[in-house]
Nanobody, 119 residues
């Protein structure tokens, strides 16, 4: 069974940076298309970024374009989210997710990691 475990969250001041990591167990990581989502208190979960299985395509929410970068290392079964110029509105629980096809729904989800940005 494939499991996703996020890490790297924490408390940071506005304008600061954090890098989230998501390690995936199992041998099939390199075939999965991965994404990051977030959920702020009282709000619905929203898409943040996605990356194709080979890293050949990335997509971002408008709210994070130019500030966040998604990447992956298939040798380490890990996907990353580098977050720069953080804003208080980036405060949320961040979730890693995986799917077989780039256009399908995400089938795998991690437990999430808290990111808090203070003003």
């Amino acid at each position: 069974q494939v499991q996703l475990v996020e890490s790297g969250g924490g408390l940071v001041q506005a304008g600061g940076s954090l890098r989230l990591s998501c390690v995936t167990s199992g041998r099939t990581f390199s075939s999965f298309n991965m994404g990051w989502f977030r959920q702020a208190p009282g709000k619905e979960r929203e898409f943040v970024a996605a990356i194709r299985w080979n890293g050949g395509r990335t997509d971002y929410a408008e709210s994070v374009k130019g500030r966040f970068t998604i990447s992956r290392d298939n040798a380490k079964n890990t996907v990353y989210l580098q977050m720069n110029s953080l804003k208080p509105e980036d405060t949320a629980v961040y979730y890693c997710a995986g799917r077989r096809d780039y256009s399908s729904l995400y089938q795998l989800w991690g437990q999430g990691t808290q990111v808090t940005v203070s003003s």
